[in-house]
C-alpha cells in the first residue's frame, strides 16, 4: 500500500487563531485585533506588537499592577497593562492629584505628618525593606523607608495626620499601603470618615473611595490603639470617585498625574475608515461620567460615548455631536461589550448582547481615538481588554452585532 497523505486541511494547519468563527463579523475576518486579555495583536493579517494597534500617549511614572501582583511604574508613553482586576487590561485614565505633601514613596523623616493622642507613641521613620518586597512594593519604593506609628506602650489611640487638606467638599478617595502588629489599626479621613480597617501583618491597600468629606480642612489619618504598631506607604488623596493608579512621589508636595491619550495607529485607523466597517470595545468602564467618549473622533465630535442624561447608557452620536442611536440600560459602570458598525444602509449598535439600528451613515475621521482626541477627562477610566475593526461591505446584522458585543473573557 503506497504512503496516505493527510487531507489538504491538515497539511495547511487550522486556521489562526484571529480568524476562528467566533470572532468574525458577517463572516469578515478582523482587520485588526488588540487581545490585551490574551497579550496577542493582529493587523492586516499578521501578528504585530500592540504600539501598531494602539499607541498611548503619557507621562512616565505612573503606576500599575504586574501579573506578579507588584507595583510597577511606566515608562513615558508606555501602554500600561494592568492586572489588579485578575487579567491584563490596558489602562487608561484621566488626571488626577494626589493632595499629600509628604513624601509619598520614599520618606527621609516624618516632615508633614503630625503624631497627636496618646504622648508613648512614637511616630518615626524606619526601613521596611523586606516586606515590601514581600508585598511588591519595592520597585516604587526603592529606598525600603515607611512611615511607622508605634503604639505598643500606649494605654490610649494614637493617630497620624498626613498633610495636604481636600480643600473641598466634593467626592474624594484615600488609602495608603499599611500593615499591623497587635490591636486594631485603620484609615479614615479627619473625624473618622470613611474609616477602612489595617487588616494584617503584610502590607495591603487600605482605604475608601466616593468620600464626601466633612470640610475643607479634612486631612488622611492613620489610627492605632493601644498596643497597636502601623507601618504605612504610599499614602493617597484625590478628588475623585475611585481610587485610580497610585500617584507617588518623593516631594513635599502635592503631586499630579496627567492624562493619558490613546489613539488607534494609522494602519489599524484605515481598515475602519471606509465606506462600511464594524469596531468591538470589550472591557469595563468603573466611573459613570456624562458624555464621556469611549471610542471618539479626532475633531473632538463623538463616535460612541456615554449619554448626557442619563450617563450610564451607551450611544452612537452623528457628526453633529447629536444623538443618533441609544443602546443599552444602565450598563455603565461595569463590564461593557459593545460592537458599532456603519454602512450605506445606517448604523448598527449593540451593548451587552443588545443590538438596535438607525438610518444615521457615518464617514470614519482620519484619526480615532479611545476615550477623547485630547485624553481622557478628569476621574475618567477605561480599561480595555480586546479592541477589533472589521472592514465590512455593510452595516454589521443585528445577530452579527450582538455576538460581538460580548464581554472579554
Given at each position: 500500500?503506497?504512503?496516505?497523505?493527510?487531507?489538504?486541511?491538515?497539511?495547511?494547519?487550522?486556521?489562526?487563531?484571529?480568524?476562528r468563527?467566533?470572532?468574525?463579523?458577517?463572516?469578515?475576518?478582523?482587520?485588526?485585533?488588540?487581545?490585551?486579555?490574551?497579550?496577542?495583536?493582529?493587523?492586516?493579517?499578521?501578528?504585530?506588537?500592540?504600539?501598531a494597534?494602539?499607541?498611548?500617549?503619557?507621562?512616565?511614572?505612573?503606576?500599575?499592577?504586574?501579573?506578579?501582583?507588584?507595583?510597577?511604574?511606566?515608562?513615558?508613553?508606555?501602554?500600561?497593562?494592568?492586572?489588579?482586576?485578575?487579567?491584563?487590561?490596558?489602562?487608561?485614565?484621566?488626571?488626577?492629584?494626589?493632595?499629600?505633601?509628604?513624601?509619598?514613596?520614599?520618606?527621609?523623616?516624618?516632615?508633614?505628618?503630625?503624631k497627636?493622642?496618646?504622648?508613648?507613641?512614637?511616630?518615626?521613620?524606619v526601613?521596611?525593606?523586606?516586606?515590601?518586597?514581600?508585598?511588591?512594593?519595592?520597585?516604587?519604593?526603592?529606598?525600603?523607608?515607611?512611615?511607622?506609628?508605634?503604639?505598643?506602650?500606649?494605654?490610649?489611640?494614637?493617630?497620624?495626620?498626613?498633610?495636604?487638606?481636600?480643600?473641598?467638599?466634593?467626592?474624594h478617595?484615600f488609602?495608603?499601603?499599611?500593615?499591623?502588629?497587635?490591636?486594631?489599626?485603620s484609615?479614615?479621613?479627619?473625624?473618622?470618615?470613611?474609616?477602612?480597617?489595617?487588616?494584617?501583618?503584610?502590607y495591603?491597600?487600605?482605604?475608601?473611595?466616593?468620600?464626601?468629606?466633612?470640610?475643607t480642612?479634612?486631612?488622611?489619618?492613620?489610627?492605632?490603639?493601644?498596643?497597636?504598631?502601623?507601618?504605612?506607604?504610599?499614602?493617597?488623596?484625590?478628588?475623585?470617585?475611585?481610587?485610580?493608579?497610585?500617584?507617588?512621589?518623593?516631594?513635599l508636595?502635592?503631586?499630579?498625574?496627567?492624562?493619558?491619550?490613546?489613539?488607534?495607529?494609522?494602519?489599524?485607523?484605515?481598515?475602519?475608515?471606509?465606506?462600511?466597517a464594524?469596531?468591538?470595545?470589550?472591557?469595563?468602564?468603573?466611573?459613570?461620567?456624562?458624555?464621556?467618549?469611549?471610542?471618539?473622533l479626532?475633531?473632538?465630535?463623538?463616535?460612541?460615548?456615554?449619554?448626557?442624561?442619563?450617563?450610564?447608557?451607551?450611544?452612537?452620536?452623528?457628526a453633529?455631536?447629536?444623538?443618533?442611536?441609544?443602546?443599552g440600560?444602565?450598563?455603565?459602570?461595569?463590564?461593557?461589550?459593545?460592537?458599532?458598525?456603519?454602512g450605506?444602509?445606517?448604523?448598527?449598535?449593540?451593548?451587552?448582547?443588545?443590538?438596535?439600528?438607525?438610518?444615521?451613515?457615518?464617514?470614519?475621521?482620519?484619526?480615532?481615538?479611545?476615550?477623547?482626541?485630547?485624553?481622557?477627562?478628569?476621574?475618567?477610566?477605561?480599561?480595555?481588554?480586546?479592541?477589533v475593526?472589521?472592514?465590512?461591505?455593510?452595516?454589521?446584522?443585528?445577530?452579527?452585532?450582538?455576538?460581538?458585543?460580548?464581554?472579554?473573557?
Amino acid at each position: 500500500m503506497g504512503l496516505m497523505l493527510p487531507p489538504r486541511r491538515l497539511l495547511a494547519g487550522a486556521a489562526p487563531w484571529w480568524r476562528r468563527p467566533e470572532h468574525l463579523l458577517d463572516g469578515a475576518a478582523p482587520a485588526f485585533f488588540a487581545d490585551i486579555v490574551g497579550r496577542r495583536y493582529v493587523l492586516g493579517g499578521a501578528a504585530v506588537p500592540l504600539a501598531a494597534v494602539l499607541g498611548v500617549t503619557a507621562g512616565a511614572g505612573k503606576t500599575y499592577c504586574d501579573a506578579d501582583g507588584s507595583l510597577k511604574a511606566a515608562a513615558a508613553n508606555e501602554a500600561r497593562i494592568d492586572w489588579s482586576g485578575g487579567a491584563a487590561e490596558l489602562l487608561l485614565e484621566g488626571p488626577a492629584t494626589n493632595k499629600i505633601t509628604a513624601r509619598k514613596h520614599n520618606p527621609l523623616d516624618t516632615s508633614n505628618l503630625t503624631k497627636t493622642g496618646d504622648a508613648a507613641a512614637v511616630l518615626s521613620v524606619v526601613d521596611d525593606s523586606a516586606a515590601l518586597a514581600a508585598a511588591g512594593l519595592s520597585a516604587i519604593c526603592t529606598a525600603g523607608t515607611v512611615y511607622r506609628l508605634d503604639n505598643s506602650a500606649g494605654s490610649g489611640a494614637a493617630w497620624a495626620k498626613v498633610s495636604g487638606a481636600v480643600g473641598n467638599t466634593n467626592a474624594h478617595s484615600f488609602g495608603v499601603y499599611a500593615r499591623r502588629t497587635g490591636a486594631a489599626a485603620s484609615v479614615f479621613l479627619t473625624g473618622g470618615t470613611g474609616s477602612a480597617a489595617v487588616a494584617g501583618s503584610a502590607y495591603a491597600w487600605t482605604g475608601s473611595a466616593n468620600v464626601t468629606p466633612a470640610g475643607t480642612g479634612v486631612v488622611l489619618e492613620i489610627g492605632a490603639n493601644a498596643g497597636s504598631v502601623v507601618h504605612f506607604i504610599l499614602p493617597q488623596l484625590v478628588e475623585a470617585v475611585s481610587q485610580g493608579s497610585i500617584i507617588p512621589g518623593d516631594t513635599l508636595a502635592a503631586v499630579t498625574r496627567t492624562t493619558d491619550l490613546c489613539q488607534i495607529a494609522a494602519g489599524a485607523a484605515a481598515a475602519i475608515q471606509g465606506a462600511a466597517a464594524g469596531i468591538a470595545w470589550r472591557g469595563a468602564i468603573p466611573v459613570a461620567q456624562s458624555g464621556q467618549q469611549i471610542v471618539g473622533l479626532g475633531d473632538g465630535l463623538n463616535l460612541i460615548r456615554a449619554t448626557n442624561t442619563p450617563n450610564t447608557r451607551v450611544a452612537i452620536f452623528n457628526a453633529t455631536s447629536a444623538l443618533a442611536l441609544g443602546v443599552g440600560t444602565d450598563v455603565i459602570p461595569g463590564a461593557l461589550g459593545l460592537c458599532a458598525g456603519w454602512g450605506a444602509s445606517g448604523a448598527r449598535l449593540a451593548v451587552n448582547g443588545t443590538a438596535a439600528s438607525a438610518a444615521q451613515t457615518n464617514a470614519w475621521p482620519t484619526t480615532v481615538y479611545l476615550g477623547a482626541s485630547s485624553g481622557l477627562s478628569a476621574g475618567q477610566v477605561l480599561r480595555l481588554r480586546q479592541l477589533v475593526g472589521w472592514t465590512l461591505t455593510d452595516q454589521p446584522s443585528a445577530a452579527g452585532a450582538a455576538s460581538q458585543a460580548r464581554l472579554a473573557a
